[in-house]
């Protein structure tokens, strides 16, 4: 009788996550670019969203180099580390009480 072994090898997901100020204004293309440049990305968050930055340069780079924004930083905390919603996002840019 002849015995078969099977190797299970886990397949292993790298996240490159880019990580960018949103008070950093048009600086922020160029480390995009540089970032994109040096590795994957498959995922963006943005953070200092809780002071007068309102991060309206993610929608440019998250359109031009095809990244997904997936986090926003509204504080210092974990938990001012919010999932990032579009509408909600806009709204704030452009609504009434920007």
Avoid: H, W
Avoid at 42 to 49: C, D, N, V
């Amino acid at each position: 009788m002849e015995r078969e072994s099977f190797i299970y090898k886990p397949k292993i997901v790298v996240i490159g996550s880019l990580v960018l100020d949103g008070s950093t204004g048009q600086n922020a293309f160029e480390q995009a670019k540089q970032f994109t440049l040096a590795t994957e990305v498959t995922a963006m968050a943005i953070t200092k969203l809780d002071g007068t930055a309102k991060g309206g340069v993610v929608i440019g780079i998250s359109d031009q180099f095809k990244i997904p924004v997936k986090y926003i930083g509204l504080g210092e905390g974990m938990e001012d580390l919010q999932v990032f919603r579009k509408k909600e996002f806009v709204d704030s840019l452009f609504g009434e009480n920007a």
